[in-house]
C-alpha cells in the first residue's frame, strides 16, 4: 500500500539537498526582505546582482586564480560599495515615489544587466571548475557536496551577521525603527537616505555573498537572475517580509518543497508546485508562515 | 528679557493647498512651560511637527538659540536639542525598552553619554527598570508614555516638546504624566505643551497661548489664561 513511499534514505538526501539549494533562495530573500522593509522597494533585480557577482568571482579565479573562497572578501566589499551606489545613483530621488516607480527601475536594471553579462561574458553557462567542485562527503550513506554546504554555512553565516547587526548594534537598531515608521526614527536624528544606504548596501552585500555560493556550487548564464529573483519572493511570502530568519526558513522550505516535487513528479513539476505554493500562502497566510509585521526584523 | 531659546515668527503652514497655519508667533524663555492650548484639529500638533522638522512653513520663521532652525531636517533640529514626543508617543512597538532608550540618544551630541543617561532615566522612570528588555507595544498606555518621555529625555533636550501626553490614559495616570511634566519643570527642562486637558495644562504652564482654526487668539500666563472666562466658557466647561 505505502509502496510509492521511498527508502528513508533517499527521502533524507532529498532533504538534504533541499535545504542547500533552497539556502541560496533563502539569501537571496534576506536581501529582498531588508531592502522591501526599510524602503517598500520590490528590488526584482536582486537574483541578477548576485549573478553578477557570481561572475566577479568567476573571474577573479580564472584570470588570476584566486580561491573563490577568498575571492569573498573582494566581492563582498565590492557588493557593498555597489548597493550603496545603486540607491544613491537610482532610487534615492524616486524613493518617496512609490512602489510602482521603484519596481521599473529595478526591473530596467535587471534587463541592463542581463544583457551587459551577455554581451561582455557570452550567454554561456558557467560554473568554477575548482579540484574540489566535485568532492561530496559521506555521511551514513548520504552525500553531501562539499561546495553545496559551503554554500550553506555561507548563507548561514549571513544571515546570522545580518540578525545580529539588526539586533546588537546601534545602526541595525536604527534600521529596524526605521522600517517600523520612518517618522518617529527621523524624531531621533535618524536620517531616512543614512538607512535606505545603509540597508542597499548590506542586501547588495549578500547578494555578493550569494553570488560566490553560487559560482562555486551551482552553474550560472547572465539569466539566471530573475528565477532566482522569483524564488526569492516565493521564499519571502513563505518566510514573511521583514523577517531575516523566516526569508532564510522559507527559502529552505522552499527548496525542500521543489527537491520533493522534482522527485516525487518530475523537474518540471518542481517549479509548478513552487508557484501554487507562492499563491496559496498569499491567499491564505499573506503575512508567512514565519513572522508578522513587514518591519525588518532580526 | 533674555534672549529666548525659541522664537516663533509669523510661521505659515500648509498641508497640500490647504493653509493649517496663519502668522503663528510665539516666544519661549528657557526653563519654562509654555503651553498651546486648543480643540481638535485647531493646528496645535502641525506648529509642533514643523518645529520639529517633519514639516516645512511656507513663511515665517524659527529661531532656535538664535539660530534658524525652519528647513533644517528632523534629523538635525533633534541634534541641535528639540525633541519630540509625537501624539503617538512615538515609540517603536516591535523594539524593547531598552532599545527605544538607546535610539533616544543616537543623536551625535547624546550618544556619547548614553550609558549614563540611560541610568538617570532607570533612576527616575521605575518601569525602565524593572521592564527594560519587554517591548514598548506589550506597554500599558501610560507605561508607553513614560517610556516616550524618557527616550525623548535620551537626546538631552534644550527644548521637550510634549503632543498630548495625557492623550487616551485613565484620570490617574494622566495626574502622574502632569507630576512627571512638574518634576521636569522643577529641574529646568524647558517644555513646550500641547494638551486638549486645558486646566492641567494651564495650571502648570509659565505662559501659554490658544490656537483656533490655525491661528493664535490668546496670549498670555498660564494664571491669566487659566481666569479668563471666555477660555472657561469655550474649552474647560465641560472638561473640568
Known amino acids: ?298 | 528679557m533674555a534672549n529666548p531659546l525659541l522664537n516663533v515668527v509669523d510661521l505659515n503652514v500648509f498641508h497640500g493647498e490647504a493653509q493649517a497655519l496663519w502668522d503663528i508667533s510665539f516666544q519661549i524663555q528657557a526653563g519654562e512651560v509654555f503651553a498651546i492650548i486648543g480643540s481638535n484639529g485647531a493646528g496645535k500638533s502641525t506648529i509642533l511637527k514643523t518645529l520639529a522638522g517633519l514639516l516645512r512653513p511656507s513663511a515665517g520663521r524659527v529661531e532656535f538659540l538664535g539660530s534658524r532652525i525652519d528647513g533644517r531636517s528632523a534629523a538635525r533640529i533633534v541634534d541641535l536639542g528639540l525633541a519630540l514626543v509625537p501624539e503617538g508617543r512615538g515609540l517603536f512597538s516591535g523594539l524593547t525598552v531598552a532599545e527605544n532608550l538607546e535610539l533616544g540618544a543616537f543623536t551625535k551630541r547624546a550618544r556619547p553619554l548614553m550609558k549614563q543617561t540611560m541610568e538617570e532615566m532607570a533612576a527616575t522612570f521605575q518601569i525602565i527598570r524593572i521592564r527594560s528588555d519587554q517591548l514598548a507595544g506589550k506597554m500599558s498606555g501610560g507605561e508607553q508614555q513614560m517610556l516616550a518621555i524618557a527616550k525623548a529625555l535620551m537626546s538631552k533636550p534644550r527644548l521637550l516638546m510634549l503632543d498630548e501626553p495625557s492623550l487616551g490614559l485613565a484620570p490617574l495616570v494622566v495626574k502622574t504624566v502632569f507630576e512627571i511634566i512638574a518634576t521636569l519643570k522643577q529641574q529646568g527642562v524647558t517644555i513646550l505643551l500641547v494638551e486638549q486637558n486645558i486646566h492641567q495644562a494651564l495650571r502648570i504652564a509659565d505662559h501659554a497661548c490658544v490656537i483656533k482654526t490655525g491661528r493664535i487668539t490668546l496670549v498670555g500666563t498660564g494664571k491669566e489664561l487659566l481666569s479668563d472666562p471666555e477660555i472657561h466658557k469655550a474649552y474647560m466647561g465641560s472638561l473640568r
Open chain 1, 1 to 298: 500500500m505505502l509502496d510509492f513511499i521511498p527508502p528513508i534514505d533517499i527521502l533524507l538526501q532529498l532533504l538534504i539537498n533541499g535545504v542547500l539549494f533552497g539556502t541560496m533562495y533563502g539569501i537571496a530573500a534576506i536581501g529582498l526582505s531588508l531592502i522591501f522593509g526599510t524602503m517598500r522597494i520590490v528590488f526584482i533585480a536582486q537574483g541578477t546582482m548576485i549573478i553578477l557577482a557570481a561572475y566577479g568571482s568567476f573571474w577573479l579565479f580564472n584570470l588570476w586564480s584566486v580561491n573563490p573562497y577568498v575571492s569573498i572578501l573582494i566581492v563582498v566589499p565590492a557588493s557593498l560599495i555597489v548597493g550603496s551606489g545603486l540607491y544613491q545613483v537610482l532610487f534615492r530621488k524616486v524613493a518617496r515615489e512609490g512602489q510602482f516607480p521603484t519596481l521599473l527601475i529595478a526591473f530596467g536594471l535587471m534587463a541592463l544587466l542581463e544583457n551587459l553579462m551577455s554581451v561582455v561574458f557570452s550567454a554561456d553557462a558557467r560554473a568554477i571548475q575548482t579540484s574540489y567542485a566535485a568532492y561530496a562527503l559521506t555521511f551514513m550513506g548520504l552525500k553531501i557536496s562539499f561546495t553545496r554546504l559551503m554554500a550553506f554555512v555561507m548563507a548561514v553565516a549571513g544571515t546570522v551577521g545580518v540578525a545580529f547587526f539588526l539586533k546588537k548594534t546601534l545602526l541595525g537598531k536604527a534600521v529596524r525603527a526605521a522600517s517600523e515608521n520612518l517618522e518617529y526614527a527621523m524624531l531621533v536624528g535618524i536620517t531616512p537616505h543614512m538607512v535606505n544606504t545603509l540597508t542597499f548596501a548590506i542586501g547588495i552585500g549578500l547578494a555578493g555573498l550569494a553570488g560566490v555560493a553560487t559560482a562555486t556550487a551551482y552553474a550560472f548564464d547572465p539569466f539566471s537572475g530573475f528565477v532566482f529573483s522569483l524564488k526569492a519572493m516565493i521564499a519571502l511570502a513563505l518566510g514573511g517580509m521583514g523577517n531575516v530568519v523566516g526569508a532564510l526558513l522559507g527559502g529552505l522550505l522552499l527548496g525542500v518543497i521543489e527537491a520533493f516535487g522534482a522527485f516525487f513528479l518530475s523537474g518540471g513539476w518542481a517549479d509548478v508546485i513552487s508557484y501554487a505554493v507562492f499563491l496559496l500562502v498569499l491567499m491564505f497566510k499573506p503575512e508567512g508562515l514565519f513572522a508578522s509585521g513587514t518591519s525588518a526584523k532580526p
